[in-house]
């Protein structure tokens, strides 16, 4: 990515439909600089860039292939695919992937500057996926965009289902209290309840944003984060300079709330902003604490965030991949989408056969979530 400037990887960015600051040039870079992804760890990065001819030398798509020996840290898992291939005596790794490591955010992924643009940037990084030999490609979390121009290539869609908040439309929540006044009585009592247990147990937050998060705020966070992944048996997957470089080079895309006792900070979360116009995104990404409080876990990964999200009239809160529970908290249930080729046409018919099954299942999941709304019906 160092070899790519900048301004003109975040100026093409900046015209996509879904522009998430995790694809700058600032995580990116970040994520190779600091040894998070890297071949070390499995991730090898590919950067393919489209360039106008001179004298323009304007650039009109980009997109950053990882080469990968592994499937951790995708969140759309195909365990079950390389167990298959390993079964017939079959290499599955190396794979390729378009994705943002360690990030399931949905985003744009394939940016150009229009959709002739995409569909050559796609066409090319399938004929290098096919020199290379590797098994697949998949484009994991992508764009409305990113999936028209995959279903032009005859990649193969998958959809998975996440949960977002969205402030109310067309009038936004006043605040807090109003957004729980929406929700049912069993909801609002519950959220009310938890909340109440933090409090109690003399818990208080605070908030810094961009380059007011201090140095010893990041490095606390650090260790909070550390700690989360230790006590699952896991190193984390980020190094302590990724956020180092964070802090240094795309301060602004950073909120983060650290909670308190008897002045002592014991917990953090750290969430990810998008401020792109009339669009105001904030995005739940990591967080861990130092001591066990009930509830604290609700409270610094939602009930802050939203509150947060109120207060500054943004449009919508993406909780991350996965968890049911999200939906007590008003995160209700959406479709996201990847899209793969696979190289062997009898294991490409098999998966697409797979898919398609799975696809009618993640239908019912989500009609089945629904039924479950936690606002007041009408």
Not at 4 to 17: D, H, M, R, T
Not at 56 to 85: M, N
Not at 274 to 294: F, T
């Amino acid at each position: 990515m160092l070899d790519i400037p900048a301004e003109a990887w975040n100026g093409l960015l900046a015209v996509q439909s879904v522009p998430t600051p995790f694809m700058r040039h600032e995580y990116l870079s970040a994520l190779e600089t600091s040894e998070s992804a890297t071949t070390a760890t499995g991730w090898t990065p590919q950067v393919l860039t489209m360039w106008a001819p001179l004298p323009s030398q304007k650039l009109l798509g980009a997109c950053v292939i990882y080469l990968k020996t592994h499937s951790y840290g995708e969140y759309v898992f195909d365990w079950a695919w390389a167990r298959a291939y390993q079964e017939h005596g079959l290499p599955y790794y190396p794979k390729a992937v378009l994705s943002v490591p360690f990030t399931p955010v949905p985003g744009s992924r394939l940016l150009a500057i229009d959709a002739e643009r995409r569909e050559q940037l796609l066409a090319e990084a399938l004929r290098l996926c096919k020199g290379w030999g590797v098994s697949s490609l998949h484009l994991l979390f992508g764009s409305a965009e990113d999936m028209a121009v995959s279903q032009t290539w005859a990649l193969m869609p998958r959809h998975t289902v996440q949960f977002h908040w969205l402030n109310r439309q067309p009038e936004p929540y006043r605040d807090f209290d109003d957004f729980l006044n929406s929700l049912n009585q069993e909801k609002r009592k519950k959220i009310r309840q938890e909340r109440r247990k933090v409090s109690e147990a003399g818990v208080t937050f605070r908030w810094a944003q961009g380059s007011d998060i201090s140095p010893t705020d990041w490095a606390f966070f650090y260790q909070c984060y550390e700690r989360t992944y230790l006590e699952h048996g896991n190193a984390p997957y980020l190094s302590r300079a990724f956020f180092e470089a964070q802090a240094a080079l795309q301060p602004e895309s950073w909120l983060l709330f650290i909670a308190e006792r008897d002045q002592k900070p014991i917990a953090s979360s750290l969430i990810g902003l998008l401020q792109n116009g009339s669009s105001q995104v904030a995005y739940g990404r990591y967080w861990g604490a130092l001591e066990r409080v009930d509830c604290l876990h609700f409270e610094a990964c939602y009930y802050q965030p939203l509150a947060w999200c109120i207060a500054h009239q943004f449009d919508r809160f993406e909780g991350g991949a996965q968890g049911e529970h999200k939906m007590a908290r008003a995160l209700m249930p959406v479709n996201t989408s990847s899209a793969h080729w696979l190289a062997h046409p009898a294991f490409a018919e098999a998966v697409g056969r797979f898919l398609e099954r799975e696809t009618e299942g993640v239908s019912n999941y989500l009609e089945h979530l629904n039924e479950r709304n936690p606002f007041k019906q009408a």
